[in-house]
């Protein structure tokens, strides 16, 4: 496929037509595909370092395909899958499996994060070694939905994942100070009479792991930071040359506590929603650096899992058709971040932590073609008919947001055309034939 892409406007401001050939950006030509990209922001092929894609073992959630048409429409062209499907991808043939239907279906790169402990039971190490000598090529590694509470256990992961320069993203939660958690501690969890998750447990696992990080100078990821604290501590790590990086939420950018009096459990998630302070203190630590990327952590649900009763809710949002809308109302809107923070937080940086080739120099020429057409003039009232995974678990649903993908283009071919997903066999036969 050959594509060009015309007047569109590059992160740094500047604009420039666009000439894809064989996979890669070209200095001119001619094209099979053109696309008017006048008023449309270009932007590098968006990376989400904490999706969960389900398959294997909870399709009703979402697939490995769903998941990766939710991506493709969101703007993403490489998504990283957490390790909590079943069997769980703590060994060689199960990170293989899932990064092969990746490839089959085309619309991302699919790239499987592997579990820390076995079976993500936090008793022992999981194959490691093996994942990370396997064809999938594993990096990251995460017992995400679960932290690894066990400081041993720990140590000894950032050990040995440092052997091949991976990194160990922590789901920091102490699990004793949570047990029965269903929003943040506060004075409104009381009010609400449901338990509260207290700030202290994220931040007291984020401050001993930093330690442990510098004790064995390993790389130590952070996910989805949500307190006003933990931003302290890693500014304190950071300070001290902790290779520590750090990722926030769309949702814990722009929504707060708040939206649990309502118990709807569209807003249950975990970590919670926190308070305003907390959300500001985000999205300062976002614009100057100490937090590093905005990662989605889409966490698909059957509506059965959803459509109950606060307390029995699983916790989750889906999160990649909206992100890019929701980092723009939340930070770009405010004139926090302009658009190559956005390329920045969203591709080149979550790359650069997963080890993902290929999205250290976008739009030149030579390099890969990954990269989305962005409306920013655009407005929307976000509804299901948004969606394109699985799950309809979104908390924006009837909430205004901005923008919109009008393009994606994965390895030189589109993934997304007029704001529409290529079909699918379409997008498979291009994927094989590159
Ligand atoms: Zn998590």
């Given at each position: 496929?050959?594509?060009?892409?015309?007047?569109?406007?590059?992160?740094?401001?500047?604009?420039?037509?666009?000439?894809?050939?064989?996979?890669?950006?070209?200095?001119?030509?001619?094209?099979?595909?053109?696309?008017?990209?006048?008023?449309?922001?270009?932007?590098?092929?968006?990376?989400?370092?904490?999706?969960?894609?389900?398959?294997?073992?909870?399709?009703?959630?979402?697939?490995?395909?769903?998941?990766?048409?939710?991506?493709?429409?969101?703007?993403?062209?490489?998504?990283?899958?957490?390790?909590?499907?079943?069997?769980?991808?703590?060994?060689?043939?199960?990170?293989?499996?899932?990064?092969?239907?990746?490839?089959?279906?085309?619309?991302?790169?699919?790239?499987?994060?592997?579990?820390?402990?076995?079976?993500?039971?936090?008793?022992?190490?999981?194959?490691?070694?093996?994942?990370?000598?396997?064809?999938?090529?594993?990096?990251?590694?995460?017992?995400?939905?679960?932290?690894?509470?066990?400081?041993?256990?720990?140590?000894?992961?950032?050990?040995?994942?440092?052997?091949?320069?991976?990194?160990?993203?922590?789901?920091?939660?102490?699990?004793?100070?949570?047990?029965?958690?269903?929003?943040?501690?506060?004075?409104?969890?009381?009010?609400?009479?449901?338990?509260?998750?207290?700030?202290?447990?994220?931040?007291?696992?984020?401050?001993?792991?930093?330690?442990?990080?510098?004790?064995?100078?390993?790389?130590?990821?952070?996910?989805?930071?949500?307190?006003?604290?933990?931003?302290?501590?890693?500014?304190?790590?950071?300070?001290?040359?902790?290779?520590?990086?750090?990722?926030?939420?769309?949702?814990?950018?722009?929504?707060?506590?708040?939206?649990?009096?309502?118990?709807?459990?569209?807003?249950?998630?975990?970590?919670?929603?926190?308070?305003?302070?907390?959300?500001?203190?985000?999205?300062?630590?976002?614009?100057?650096?100490?937090?590093?990327?905005?990662?989605?952590?889409?966490?698909?649900?059957?509506?059965?899992?959803?459509?109950?009763?606060?307390?029995?809710?699983?916790?989750?949002?889906?999160?990649?058709?909206?992100?890019?809308?929701?980092?723009?109302?939340?930070?770009?809107?405010?004139?926090?971040?302009?658009?190559?923070?956005?390329?920045?937080?969203?591709?080149?940086?979550?790359?650069?932590?997963?080890?993902?080739?290929?999205?250290?120099?976008?739009?030149?020429?030579?390099?890969?073609?990954?990269?989305?057409?962005?409306?920013?003039?655009?407005?929307?009232?976000?509804?299901t008919s948004d969606l394109r995974g699985k799950g309809l678990?979104?908390?924006?649903?009837?909430?205004?947001?901005?923008?919109?993908?009008?393009?994606?283009?994965?390895?030189?071919?589109?993934?997304?055309?007029?704001?529409?997903?290529?079909?699918?066999?379409?997008?498979?036969?291009?994927?094989?034939?590159?």
């Open positions: 496929m050959s594509i060009c892409i015309t007047g569109a406007q590059l992160p740094d401001g500047t604009r420039k037509d666009l000439f894809v050939e064989n996979g890669g950006f070209v200095s001119d030509g001619t094209a099979e595909t053109t696309i008017d990209a006048d008023g449309l922001i270009a932007l590098p092929g968006l990376v989400d370092l904490h999706t969960h894609l389900r398959e294997p073992g909870f399709e009703q959630s979402e697939t490995v395909l769903t998941g990766s048409r939710a991506a493709a429409i969101g703007g993403f062209t490489a998504v990283f899958a957490m390790a909590n499907t079943m069997p769980v991808q703590d060994t060689a043939g199960v990170v293989e499996q899932v990064q092969s239907l990746g490839d089959r279906h085309g619309y991302v790169t699919v790239r499987p994060i592997g579990a820390v402990t076995a079976g993500l039971a936090g008793e022992k190490l999981s194959e490691i070694g093996a994942m990370a000598q396997s064809r999938a090529q594993v990096r990251v590694f995460s017992d995400d939905g679960h932290c690894v509470s066990d400081a041993l256990l720990m140590r000894r992961a950032l050990e040995y994942v440092k052997t091949f320069g991976g990194v160990v993203a922590q789901h920091a939660q102490e699990p004793r100070l949570t047990l029965g958690a269903q929003m943040n501690e506060g004075a409104l969890s009381s009010e609400l009479g449901l338990a509260g998750w207290p700030a202290v447990a994220e931040e007291s696992i984020i401050a001993r792991d930093v330690l442990l990080a510098e004790h064995v100078d390993a790389r130590l990821h952070v996910c989805h930071v949500s307190t006003a604290g933990s931003v302290e501590v890693i500014r304190w790590a950071k300070a001290r040359g902790v290779k520590v990086t750090a990722e926030v939420t769309p949702h814990h950018l722009l929504l707060t506590e708040e939206l649990a009096r309502g118990y709807d459990s569209r807003f249950k998630v975990n970590p919670p929603l926190r308070r305003d302070e907390d959300v500001l203190a985000l999205r300062a630590a976002l614009a100057d650096g100490t937090i590093d990327i905005v990662a989605t952590d889409h966490a698909p649900h059957p509506v059965e899992s959803k459509d109950c009763a606060w307390d029995e809710a699983a916790n989750g949002m889906v999160g990649l058709e909206s992100a890019l809308s929701v980092v723009h109302a939340a930070v770009v809107a405010s004139g926090q971040l302009d658009w190559s923070d956005v390329a920045r937080v969203l591709s080149a940086k979550p790359a650069e932590i997963g080890l993902l080739h290929g999205y250290s120099t976008p739009f030149a020429v030579g390099s890969a073609a990954n990269f989305t057409l962005y409306d920013p003039s655009a407005t929307r009232t976000f509804a678990n979104s908390p924006y649903l009837g909430r205004e947001l901005p923008g919109r993908v009008i393009a994606t283009v994965h390895n030189g071919y589109a993934t997304v055309l007029d704001g529409e997903l290529v079909d699918a066999a379409a997008v498979a036969k291009e994927a094989h034939h590159g």
